[in-house]
């Protein structure tokens, strides 16, 4: 994974708060007023009342720029810039792959808050977004992690890493010291307990039913030390562990009941994501390659190998049934493999702007949620084959996107200078008692 920050990577995505104010705010040759450049500006949330009688979900006055929703559209497509490590990989995919069929309607707009500001720290890493329920969510807004209740509509700070942060708790070979201004990289949440990782290798851990923080410790002082990505999951021998994913080509699983490491496992290549299977035997490991690889969760030998991709991968995911996992790439792809028939892929899926960079599968693996660097979160119909999506579209950078534990709501995190916010879509319903009743 690259080591710059995502403020080295403003060109690509031809900025949509620099197109709006510099091109659209505009009135016909006449410069806008302050108030009028207020009133478009201004933080309103979204319902889903609202958006059924025509209101943009994000708030965007469409009405009062001079260039349409469908153009801005277009405009977008034509000038986002894909970033590639391997150069053309994106190009080559739109030549042999056709994206699947529109045309799926399985989660409804809700809620659009501009309340919550997500952010991104850096630009390949977007799993800064968790549902911990329908209501509950935890995400990163600046050097803060924050939780917002969708019942309450209300945001509440949950860590700030701006200042000091020090464990609260003594345990064997956590630092007493602590950390001072953490740049965070990537989170993790899960039930009553978040994971922070740091640039610098930091990782921190809370237990959100408790005041304070619990462990504090580095996993390497190495010059490459991003923390790309944390998984927490139930663990064969019980209790919870997860798994951090590192730039140093290592991936260290931890408990959390003594804090301690319990494996390190070393690969030829920075790792970007992991994910632990269902049955805990096996872990897909990704990374700064073309290739992805099944590990042994117990020795880190590989299993096998899964060949395809033409970049380098961010994201992975397994289905609830054991049998199938997906792997997310910067040539533009989400690949749906079978462990029991690895020398092809189920399905190859193609986005519309650029990388995958997020995949979630609902816990009773009807669906799989794939999210884009910006604009695009599609959701993808397990049953059909992944033959059939429903495409989310927006305006913004993504920073990270979260299913509900009873896949009851979806979150999706958008950066922007303007309009930032956290969207809310509910799962559709079909009452079938009711029909028959009438």
């Not at 708060?17 to 302050?34: L, T």
Request: aromatic share 12%; net charge negative; proline share 3%.
């Amino acid at each position: 994974m690259s080591d710059l920050q995502v403020e080295d990577f403003y060109y690509m995505a031809e900025d949509f708060v620099d197109d709006m104010d510099e091109d659209n705010y505009g009135r016909a040759g006449g410069d806008m007023d302050a108030d009028e450049y207020d009133l478009l500006t201004k933080v309103t949330d979204t319902s889903s009342a609202q958006a059924r009688k025509g209101k943009d979900i994000q708030g965007i006055p469409w009405e009062r720029l001079n260039i349409t929703r469908e153009k801005y559209r277009l405009t977008r497509l034509e000038q986002y810039k894909n970033y590639e490590n391997i150069p053309s990989s994106g190009e080559a995919v739109d030549k042999e792959c056709k994206q699947m069929e529109k045309g799926g309607n399985y989660y409804e707009f809700f809620h659009n808050t501009r309340l919550v500001k997500p952010t991104i720290l850096h630009f390949q890493l977007r799993n800064l977004v968790w549902a911990t329920s329908k209501h509950d969510v935890y995400l990163m807004s600046n050097y803060s992690v924050m939780h917002w209740s969708s019942l309450s509509c209300n945001l509440s700070e949950i860590l700030n890493f701006s200042g000091h942060v020090a464990p609260t708790e003594k345990h064997p070979g956590s630092l007493l010291e602590g950390f001072t201004q953490t740049q965070i990289s990537t989170l993790a949440v899960k039930d009553n307990f978040m994971v922070a990782g740091g640039f610098q290798g930091e990782l921190t851990f809370k237990h959100l039913d408790r005041k304070g923080v619990t462990f504090c410790t580095r996993t390497t002082y190495d010059d490459n030390a991003i923390t790309n990505a944390i998984e927490i999951y139930d663990s064969l021998r019980g209790g919870i562990n997860f798994l951090a994913s590192n730039n140093d080509c290592s991936v260290r699983e931890y408990d959390t009941e003594r804090y301690q490491l319990l494996n390190h496992f070393r690969f030829p290549w920075p790792v970007n994501h992991t994910s632990v299977s269902p049955n805990r035997r096996l872990i897909t490991v990704v990374g700064d390659n073309l290739d992805g690889l099944l590990v042994d969760s117990q020795n880190g030998k590989t299993v096998a190998t899964v060949v395809g991709h033409l970049d380098y991968s961010f994201a992975s995911a397994w289905h609830p049934d054991g049998h199938i996992f997906a792997t997310g790439n910067q040539d533009k792809t989400c690949r749906v493999w079978d462990i029991r028939h690895l020398s092809t892929p189920v399905a190859t899926l193609k986005g519309n702007l650029g990388a995958v960079r997020s995949i979630r599968f609902s816990s009773d693996g009807q669906f799989m949620v794939v999210a884009e660097p910006a604009d695009f979160v599609h959701v993808y119909s397990t049953s059909a084959d992944y033959r059939k999506r429903q495409e989310i579209d927006f305006f913004g950078e993504i920073s990270g996107v979260s299913l509900s534990p009873d896949d009851e709501s979806l979150y999706i995190g958008i950066w922007d200078r303007t309009y930032a916010s956290l969207l809310q879509y509910n799962k559709r319903h079909t009452y079938g008692y009711l029909d028959s009743y009438l």
